[in-house]
Structures are given as structure tokens and as C-alpha cells.
T-cell receptor, first 109, second 115 residues
Framework: GQNIDQPTEMTATEGAIVQINCTYQTSGFNGLFWYQQHAGEAPTFLSYNVLDGLEEKGRFSSFLSRSKGYSYLLLKELQMKDSASYLCAVIDSNYQLIWGAGTKLIIKP | IAGITQAPTSQILAAGRRMTLRCTQDMRHNAMYWYRQDLGLGLRLIHYSNTAGTTGKGEVPDGYSVSRANTDDFPLTLASAVPSQTSVYFC??????????????FGPGTRLTVL
């Protein structure tokens, strides 16, 4: 079966750095997305990786290793507004989007 | 304002009743999707449409039906609601006609409770 694993919950301190990991086992791979979802709101796009390596976008970076079936989202200079769930999703060989359950990130002052 | 709208925002429904969740997008996207989101689970695809006039089944289609008469609208119907259909429902769209790596854009969601 297809599987995406993320930690259920993480806690970090305002101003710090946090890394949210995602491992996947899917039938084929055509790319990986990270979305942010604030409580009670819709998921919004953060990043897309299809090649190995690090993609940096402001305070957020996303890394992919296809050989290891692994990605992480790195958030720097954490702000209270970064408190949200972070969803990892993989496009499989049929171009279906397979979603992880999400990681709830709690930021403490 | 370009985007996706969903209606209603929330609804409490008696079991056995019929309900249609509405979704409209004004981005002229070809593909549209319906997901449900339950606590502790990832988003699960109910039905999708790669282009107007076509629909397909996702991971959890039972008890749901969709139609895509035009590009903008993609309603989801629960013919006879059951308590296990209590969930948050998200509609999404993407530019291309399926089989792509396009980003999906989500509507604000409908919170449905079936009693």
C-alpha cells in the first residue's frame, strides 16, 4: 500500500528553527508538496520538490531525497503565526495526490 | 476575487437526508476535486473531475456522487447521509486536465455533521 509518515505533533520556541520530516512509500513518484493549514482553514501551498536537494523560499525551505523516500520542511525564525498543521503530499505514478495526516506545529513564546 | 467558494460553511443534517455541497471556482481551472478531512487522517479523495463533462472515483467514493456540467461548478451530493459522513469537506482545483503535477488550490471547506 501507499504510505506517508509524518510526526503527529511538534513543539518549538518562537525565533527558533524546526524541521518537520516526511517519509513516503508510494507506487511511483512525480513530486512532493508541502502545504500549511491553520486551524479551521483550507490548506495553502508552500512548496513543491521533484528533484533531489534543497529549495529555499524565504524562512521556509524544503528538502527531498528520492532514493531515501524522504523530505523535510525547515522553518527558520519561527513566528507565532507559524502555528499550524503542515501537510506532506506525494504525487504517485498515476498522478494521484497521496496525503500524509499532517504535523501539528505548536509555537511557544 | 479569484478563487474557490464553497457553500454552506457548515451544516447539521439528520441521517437519511439528502444534501448537496456546492463548489464554484472562477480561475477557469480544468480539474476539480472533493476531499474529506477527518482528525488523524490525511485528506482523502472522494471524487474528481479532470475536465467539464467527466468525473472519476477517488479513494472513498461510496455514498457520494458528483457532476461537472460546466468548468466552474462541481457539486457533491450525499444521497442519504450517515453519521460516518460527518467530516470537513474541501473542494480543490488545479489548472491542467489531470495527469499533471499542478498545485491544487483549496476552498474554505464545509463542516458537515450528520446526526
Amino acid at each position: 500500500g501507499q504510505n506517508i509518515d509524518q510526526p503527529t505533533e511538534m513543539t518549538a520556541t518562537e525565533g527558533a528553527i524546526v524541521q518537520i520530516n516526511c517519509t513516503y512509500q508510494t507506487s511511483g513518484f512525480n513530486g512532493l508538496f508541502w502545504y500549511q493549514q491553520h486551524a479551521g482553514e483550507a490548506p495553502t501551498f508552500l512548496s513543491y520538490n521533484v528533484l533531489d536537494g534543497l529549495e529555499e523560499k524565504g524562512r521556509f525551505s524544503s528538502f527531498l531525497s528520492r532514493s531515501k523516500g524522504y523530505s523535510y520542511l525547515l522553518l527558520k525564525e519561527l513566528q507565532m503565526k507559524d502555528s499550524a498543521s503542515y501537510l506532506c503530499a506525494v504525487i504517485d505514478s498515476n498522478y494521484q495526490l497521496i496525503w500524509g495526516a499532517g504535523t501539528k506545529l505548536i509555537i511557544k513564546p | 476575487i479569484a478563487g474557490i467558494t464553497q457553500a454552506p460553511t457548515s451544516q447539521i443534517l439528520a441521517a437519511g437526508r439528502r444534501m448537496t455541497l456546492r463548489c464554484t471556482q472562477d480561475m477557469r481551472h480544468n480539474a476539480m476535486y472533493w476531499y474529506r478531512q477527518d482528525l488523524g487522517l490525511g485528506l482523502r479523495l472522494i471524487h474528481y473531475s479532470n475536465t467539464a463533462g467527466t468525473t472519476g472515483k477517488g479513494e472513498v467514493p461510496d455514498g457520494y456522487s458528483v457532476s461537472r456540467a460546466n468548468t466552474d461548478d462541481f457539486p457533491l451530493t450525499l444521497a442519504s447521509a450517515v453519521p460516518s459522513q460527518t467530516s470537513v469537506y474541501f473542494c480543490a482545483s488545479s489548472p491542467s486536465s489531470g495527469g499533471s503535477t499542478d498545485t491544487q488550490y483549496f476552498g474554505p471547506g464545509t463542516r458537515l455533521t450528520v446526526l
